[in-house]
């Protein structure tokens, strides 16, 4: 499953994302993985939370991305939920970049494996590709 969270830049998208994951960690059976551009939130992370800062990592498109993702669920059977934070930076698509067939792995990945994706996304509303209409649950 993939939900979206959505809005231009400085619209207040991290506080929801955050705000979610600490909220869910309270009844999650498995794990949970918070992904970012950077460590700036780990502090505002509950503890039981994974966060992974992907700038760490030799990305450098939006498929090795999906190979990492698929790589984090390989090694934890117990993964339940995957927040993304700044997807556009870390899943390396840049602006105006279709982000359709990475949100479509990211979809058929999570069915397959049983994990959702709750994703921060610096677009708005009307330009998420129609496909995903109905995964946006937050709109800024």
């Known amino acids: 499953m993939v939900e979206l ?4 830049k400085g619209k207040g ?26 460590s700036k ?4 992370l509950n503890n039981r ?6 700038s760490g990592f030799p990305i450098q498109n939006a498929d090795e ?5 698929c790589g984090i669920i390989s090694q934890d059977h117990d993964l339940e939920q995957i927040y993304l934070d700044s997807f556009l ?15 479509s792995q990211l979809q058929a990945i999570g069915e ?4 959702s994706f709750i994703i921060s996304i610096s677009l708005d509303k009307e330009e998420i590709p129609e496909a995903f ?8």
């Open 133 to 140: 209409q109905s995964a946006i649950k937050v709109s800024l």
């Open 49 to 54: 939370i994974r966060l992974i800062n992907v």
């Open 13 to 38: 998208k991290t506080k929801v994302l955050l705000d979610r994951v600490n909220e869910a960690i309270k009844e999650a059976n498995g794990s949970i993985v918070y992904l970012d551009k950077s």
């Open 89 to 103: 930076t870390t899943a390396r698509l840049g602006e105006g970049a279709d982000v359709t067939g990475t949100l």
């Open 65 to 69: 991305f999906v190979g990492f993702i």
């Open 112 to 115: 397959s494996f049983n994990v």
């Open 41 to 44: 939130h780990m502090y505002e």
């Open 5 to 8: 969270i959505v809005g231009k």
